[in-house]
């Protein structure tokens, strides 16, 4: 069967979280009031960013910049090596994000990184309160699901599913998948639904592990 590497972006490609990062630079302070409401169930993802992000009031190139330039954002080892590889066993890769789309197409074109499949945030500049919204497969808005529902769209056109996460919100779609590559958050709670999981470090712990899946 054809596989597809389906893996979320902030904390798994990153170190960090680069909303985090974003807003902690350019919104209010009570951003985090609803990060707690989220990371307890409390809010959707889609209402989370909307209001969050909504905070941030600064333009394209000022927030651009700032991706650019930080310091703090750093890429896990191996990243350039698990694409080429992918790409040369023909192995689809998809990255599907809840982070905005301006930042995560901004750091691969600073490592030369171009022509990945990333299907995230969608997000507008606008001087009352950035635009955020994220659209599924079928192109409706989605406000919950968002990367369980492109697992399913990746299975429904034959793909086995390889999925790469670190967080709660990767939890879903590693239900579905057929193999999974976890870290952080995400490795725990695996473990604690006795779902298989290979634990990564970096990119080319993530290469071993693809190894033995694609041989023919």
């Known amino acids: 069967m054809k596989k597809a590497v389906q893996m979320d972006f902030d904390g798994t490609v990153t170190i960090e979280d680069v909303s985090y990062l974003l807003l902690d630079e350019y919104a209010s302070d009570r951003w985090r009031h609803y990060l707690e409401k989220y990371t307890a169930s409390r809010m959707s993802v889609g209402a989370f960013s909307r209001i969050v992000f909504g905070m941030i009031t600064s333009d394209e190139k000022t927030l651009t910049d700032f991706v650019r330039r930080s310091d703090h954002i750093k890429i896990k080892p191996g990243l350039k090596d698990f694409l080429d590889y992918c790409k040369n066993k023909g192995v689809r890769v998809v990255i599907v994000s809840h982070g905005l789309m301006f930042y995560i197409n901004t750091i691969l074109a600073g490592l030369g990184i171009s022509g990945v499949e990333v299907h995230a945030a969608e997000n507008d500049f606008h001087p009352g309160g950035m635009k955020v919204r994220y659209i599924g497969p079928d192109g409706a808005e989605m406000d919950t699901g968002f990367k369980e529902a492109y697992t399913v769209w990746l ?15 990767d939890i879903y779609s ?10 952080g958050t995400l490795l725990e709670l695996c473990r604690t639904e006795k779902l298989f999981c290979a634990p990564f470090s970096d990119f080319f712990d993530v290469i071993r592990g693809l190894e033995p899946l694609l041989i023919s």
């Open 174 to 183: 590693c239900r579905k998948a057929a193999h999974i590559f976890a870290t």
């Open 155 to 169: 299975k429904n056109m034959g793909y086995d599913v390889i999925y790469i996460g670190d967080g709660a919100s």
